[in-house]
């Protein structure tokens, strides 16, 4: 009796061990990247890095944010497997390199590369100091507080409100969807990387969110740059208002903490 409990005690054991095996083969088929489409023609691809949005329209691809070099590739691939029109346009939101660095693999593909003024300083600054020059695909089209452009039927706007995250921080909205990539100025709950190097200042951030909120419109959906575990990098004007509260009591505690003599 208690030999054939043992045995079919094993069997189930080794069963559960192969099919574990399986699933963890599964797991490990499955691509890292993720491409989720907001409508017919606006999607967003996600691997690693700063989220990146794309648009198609009959005039070709519009790409905003490439993160790395082999993301890119692999964002690039997808959508070339999915879509015959060509690439017209990469947009920059910031110059981190978590959204420059796939650049690159763009040079070959689009002849027009478009950031804030600040934010291409920034990228060449950085690119410098490290060395790094030959591995950049630099903006080639700036911008200062407004640019518009069509694309087939869709009419993309870009707009700064001032310096946040950074002081090249775009704000890249997609009329027609209705869609906004906000880049870096959200966080989506997660706490933000403040770059003090490039102009940061978190008490004009929240002024750009504020902006945001009442230049567009209630039901405006808007992808993030990046989330915390568990929460999506699109949303609605109520997380850009959840994370202007965040900043707001961040400085709070900050100040006060400095005030009474407390080390950073």
């Given at each position: 009796m208690q030999r054939r409990i043992f045995i079919q005690r094993s069997a189930l054991t080794f069963g559960a061990i192969a099919l574990g095996k399986q699933n963890i083969m599964a797991a490990m088929a499955v691509e890292?990247?993720?491409?989720?489409?907001?409508?017919d023609n606006l999607g967003i691809f996600t691997e690693k890095g700063g989220t990146i949005a794309f648009h198609i329209s009959a005039d070709g691809i519009t790409v905003v944010d490439s993160q790395f070099a082999d993301s890119a590739k692999h964002m690039v691939d997808e959508v070339k497997q999915r879509h015959k029109?060509?690439?017209r346009l990469l947009i920059n939101t910031h110059h981190h390199g978590d959204h420059t660095s796939g650049n690159i693999v763009f040079k070959n593909l689009v002849s027009r590369v478009l950031a804030h003024e600040n934010s291409l300083a920034n990228q060449k600054a950085v690119a410098e100091k490290n060395n790094s020059t030959d591995k950049q695909y630099f903006p080639n089209q700036s911008f200062g507080?407004?640019?518009?452009?069509?694309?087939?039927k869709e009419?993309?706007?870009l707009h700064y409100f001032g310096a946040a995250h950074t002081n090249g921080d775009a704000l890249i909205h997609f009329e027609r969807s209705d869609v906004v990539h906000m880049g870096d100025l959200v966080f989506n709950r997660r706490h933000p990387f403040i770059d003090k190097t490039a102009g940061a200042d978190i008490k004009n951030w929240r002024s750009v969110l504020e902006k945001a909120t009442k230049k567009f419109d209630k039901k405006t959906q808007y992808i993030f740059g990046h989330s915390g575990e568990g929460y999506e990098v699109t949303g609605t004007s109520d997380d850009l208002n959840k994370f202007n509260d965040y900043l707001g009591k961040l400085l709070k505690v900050g100040e006060g903490r400095s005030k009474a003599g407390k080390t950073k």
């Open positions: 890292p990247w993720k491409i989720r489409m907001l409508n029109e060509p690439f507080t407004l640019w518009s452009e069509k694309a087939g009419k993309i706007t």
